[in-house]
Every structure is written in C-alpha cells, then in structure tokens.
C-alpha cells in the first residue's frame, strides 16, 4: 500500500551537515527523512524556491522532454529500502499506457516537484526505514524522534514549503 506525502521542506542533518529532505504523510504523522547528495538538494531547493537559471537544468531537460512526447508522470513512488539505500520509481503515462523508470529518490522528487505530480512512499518502506521506525515508537530513539517531530519552519531554513 502507498502513502501519499508531501515534501516538508529541505535541511541540513545537524549531525553530518548532509542534506535531508523530509517527507511528511498528508494524512497523519508519519516523517520519513531522505539523505540526499548536495547536487541534488540544489535541484530540489531551486524548485521549491522556484529560482529561475539561465539555461535548463537536468530535470527541467526531462519535464521538457516529457512533455514533447506527450508523456505525464502519474506519480513517483519511494518504492524501497535496501542497506539503507532508498529506491524510487517515476510511473510515466504515454498514449493510455503506464510505463515505470527506476529512480533515485532525488531525482524522482526533483520530477514531481517540476511537475507538480503526487509522492508516494510504499508502507513497508516507511516500516522498514531505521529512522521512521524510531519517530514510529514512542521510546524506542527519544532524541530522534522529538528531533523529526519538532521540525519548524526556522529549522528547515529558507527552503520551506
């Protein structure tokens, strides 16, 4: 089963200064933090900040893409959790037919964000994450837990949503 979430915003991991986007449930509590590369996060906090560029970055070349092949994104789904690396997929949509892509979760975020498509994260991934199973449990990781819970707009700097 998929569970629709939203980007909360784009931070800093105050522990290894890593980029994390936060994923948040949009009908309950669950938080599911992505570590992402720097690279990366500059793609999705342009999108958020809605930052024009001179010429087409990398995903802003794949919505134009699509959209000369008269293809949607349907949606993008976190689709898996293995040795602690997430995996995703881009569910594109061409003539009636679905097609997937796999993904990294950046850059299917990076995708949905450019083409305002829903984000879906599979609910055995949001059990099996290490981190959404601490905010998960009452307890079990207090620190972490009160950490993702606590998010406020200051924590997540400029790149609010």
Do not use: Q
Not at 65 to 87: A, H, N, R
Not at 109 to 134: H, N
């Amino acid at each position: 089963m998929e569970v629709e979430m939203k980007i909360r915003g784009l931070m800093m991991d105050p522990s290894t200064n890593l980029p994390i986007v936060v994923l948040k449930d949009v009908n309950g509590g669950a938080v599911l933090p992505i570590w992402v590369g720097i690279y990366e996060a500059n793609a999705i906090a342009l999108e958020i900040e809605k930052i024009p560029t001179a010429r087409p970055m990398t995903h802003d070349l794949i919505r134009n893409l699509l959209f000369g092949l008269e293809t949607g994104v349907k949606k993008v789904v976190v689709s898996d959790l293995k040795e602690d690396t997430y995996y995703a997929v881009i569910w594109l949509e061409r003539d009636g037919k679905l097609i997937s892509v796999d993904s990294r979760p950046s850059d299917a975020l990076a995708i949905a964000l450019r083409l305002d498509c829903p984000i879906y994260v599979e609910e055995t991934v949001l059990k099996t994450s290490k981190t959404a199973a601490a905010v998960a449990e009452v307890g079990s990781n207090e620190e972490i837990r009160k950490w993702l819970e606590g998010l406020n707009d200051e924590d997540l700097g400029r790149y609010k949503m």
